[in-house]
C-alpha cells in the first residue's frame, strides 16, 4: 500500500464515544486525503491536507476533525460516533508538485458504530 | 459539477473473454481520468490515467482504457479475462480543485 499506513484495522463504537484514526506515510509526500467508502456510494472526500499545517473540508466534513502537525501523520478524529459513521475509511497520500498523479492508498480502517 | 458515472453496478465474464467495464464523464475543461481497483479487505490501487495524447491509454496487469471525447466516456478494457481480476473497479476525475471524485464502482466477477 506504497508506504502509507492506517491503524487500528477494525474498530466497534458505542454511539457518542470517540476515537482517532491514524494515518502515517514515510514517502515526505505533502498531499494527504481522508475518504469513506460505504456501500454503492463510492469514495467520498472527508478532509485534505497539502502540507504540515495545512488542512481544508472535502465534501464531506461534518463530524470529523484532522490536523497535520507533520508531513507524516494526518490523524482524523471522530468526536461523537454516529450510526451514520460507519464505514470503511481510507487515507491517500500523493506525490507533490505532480498535480496530475495519481493517488496511493491505505488498507483502510472498519469502523462500526452501534 | 465534475462527475462520472459507472452505469452497471456488476459485470460478469467468463474467464479467457474480453472484458469492458464502463465510465462516462462530465466535467467542464480537459477531462483527467483515473481507473483504480479494489481487492477484497484492500485499499485502492491505481489501474491507469488519461491526462492528454493518445486515447488508448495503457495500464497495470493487461488492463487498458478508451477515452473517447465524443461519447464522454472512458471504458476500462482488457483482451482475456483472469478469475484474479474480480475485484472492484472505481472510475474517478479530477475537478477543478484537484480534487478526485469517484465513481460509485463496478463489481467484476470472472468465472472459471
Known amino acids: 500500500n506504497a508506504g502509507v499506513t492506517q491503524t487500528p484495522k477494525f474498530r466497534i463504537l458505542k454511539i457518542g464515544q470517540s476515537m482517532t484514526l491514524q494515518c502515517t506515510q514515510d514517502?515526505?509526500?505533502?498531499?494527504m486525503y481522508w475518504y469513506r467508502q460505504d456501500p454503492g456510494m463510492g469514495l467520498k472526500l472527508i478532509y485534505y491536507?497539502?502540507?504540515?499545517?495545512?488542512?481544508d473540508k472535502g465534501e464531506v466534513p461534518n463530524g470529523y476533525n484532522v490536523s497535520r502537525s507533520t508531513t507524516e501523520d494526518f490523524p482524523l478524529r471522530l468526536e461523537l460516533a454516529a450510526p451514520s459513521q460507519t464505514s470503511v475509511y481510507f487515507c491517500a497520500i500523493r506525490p507533490p508538485g505532480q498535480t496530475l498523479d495519481e493517488q496511493f492508498f491505505g488498507p483502510g480502517t472498519r469502523l462500526t458504530v452501534l | 459539477a465534475q462527475s462520472v458515472a459507472q452505469p452497471e453496478d456488476q459485470v460478469n465474464v467468463a474467464e479467457g473473454n474480453p472484458l469492458t467495464v464502463k465510465c462516462t464523464y462530465s466535467?467542464?475543461?480537459?477531462?483527467?481520468l483515473f481507473w483504480y481497483v479494489q481487492y477484497p479487505n484492500r485499499g485502492l490501487q491505481f489501474l491507469l490515467k488519461?491526462?492528454?495524447?493518445?486515447?488508448l491509454v495503457k495500464g497495470s496487469y493487461g488492463f487498458e482504457a478508451e477515452f473517447n471525447k465524443s461519447q464522454t466516456s472512458f471504458h476500462l478494457k482488457k483482451p482475456s479475462a483472469l478469475v484474479s481480476d474480480s475485484a472492484l473497479y472505481f472510475c474517478?476525475?479530477?475537478?477543478?480543485?484537484?480534487?478526485?471524485?469517484f465513481g460509485t464502482g463496478t463489481r467484476l466477477q470472472v468465472f472459471p
Open positions: 514517502m515526505n509526500h505533502n498531499y
Open positions: 474517478a476525475v479530477r475537478d477543478y480543485t484537484d480534487k478526485l471524485i
Open positions: 491536507s497539502v502540507g504540515a499545517g495545512i488542512t
Open positions: 466535467v467542464s475543461g480537459n477531462p483527467y
Open positions: 488519461y491526462i492528454t495524447g493518445d486515447n
